[in-house]
């Protein structure tokens, strides 16, 4: 089984599960934060990854939330340093 995999490509974040790619333009991302609930506290976002993990990370854009379902506990401080070296 594939996990959750986030990376940088020039100006997009690139989101890998499984055989999903997903790529989010870094100027269109307005908030990273860890969210605290079970399944997700946005009902609309696309959620990525197993269920039955200890790690969802809500990524807020201008037009879709994403959450990620994820063992890594850096992936969120790396999502994080991405945006903080995009706006340098």
């Given at each position: 089984?594939?996990?959750?995999s986030a ?23 307005t ?58």
């Amino acid at each position: 089984m594939f996990g959750v995999s986030a990376k940088q490509v020039e100006d997009q974040l690139v989101i890998c599960y499984q055989f999903t790619k997903i790529e989010i333009p870094l100027n269109q991302i307005t908030s990273v934060t860890l969210d605290d609930t079970y399944g997700g506290s946005e009902p609309s976002a696309i959620r990525i990854g197993p269920a039955r993990t200890t790690e969802r990370i809500l990524i807020r854009t201008t037009h879709q939330s994403y959450i990620l379902f994820t063992n890594s506990v850096n992936m969120f401080s790396v999502i994080r340093a991405m945006l903080s070296d995009s706006a340098s």
